[in-house]
């Protein structure tokens, strides 16, 4: 009893998180419990675990918390900047698709008028012509655009899936605590 309650005091050295498992930071860092399942690599049979591996399992947990955080933010920020685009180039795209409306409506009339010069005519032409370019790119970027909120939405889901699967690591982290709790009772 008084071995593990003097293992349970003892601290931990914070270093950087590793993409190791968290079985092989526990032998790393924190030293041998009796009956804890962390120090003892799962072989004590009863499920209970000492401070400083709980310690390590909650460092583990919020760091991976914070990162997913991060990641949401990001990419809320960017889908905000990408929908504040869409808009303004929705607007662009209806701005010049009655420009060119208007155009098309002028050339109508200009060839219906034979005192109108053929050069005058051409010119008009040629505009519209630079106005259907301009639309039909920015038709192809609207594209290009929902293809990135398609990325942006699979990478979102899988972040949300990911902060779902940390929820449970804190459930059984939990558990853990009560456990640990509970045979600290018992062993004194």
């Keep these: 009893g008084s ?8 601290g931990y050295s914070r270093t950087s998180t590793s993409s190791k498992s968290l079985e092989v930071k526990w032998k790393m860092r924190v030293p041998r419990s009796p009956f804890c399942r962390g120090c003892d690599g799962n072989k004590s049979g009863i499920p209970w675990k000492c401070l400083p591996c709980v310690k390590t399992m909650e460092l583990a947990y ?11 933010n990001s990419l809320q920020q960017e ?3 990408i929908r504040v685009g869409e808009v303004s180039l929705r607007d662009r795209m209806h701005d010049k698709q009655k420009e060119v409306s208007q155009l098309s409506i002028e ?6 008028r034979s005192r109108i010069q053929s050069e005058h005519e051409q010119e008009l032409v040629k505009y519209v012509k630079l106005g259907k370019e301009k639309h ?3 038709v192809r970027i609207q594209s290009e655009i929902l293809r990135e909120n398609a990325r942006l939405h699979e990478a ?3 972040a949300n899936e990911e ?4 929820s449970h690591i804190n459930r059984d982290l939990e558990y853990s605590n009560q456990k ?5 009772d018992r062993l004194h």
């Design 3 to 10: 071995r593990s309650t003097m293992a349970a005091s003892t």
């Design 62 to 72: 919020m760091e991976e918390l914070q990162r997913q955080e991060e990641l949401n």
């Design 79 to 81: 889908m905000l900047a």
């Design 107 to 112: 050339l109508n009339e200009s060839e219906s």
């Design 136 to 138: 039909d790119s920015m």
């Design 156 to 158: 979102a889901q899988s």
């Design 163 to 166: 902060l779902t699967r940390i």
């Design 180 to 184: 640990m709790r509970e045979e600290n």
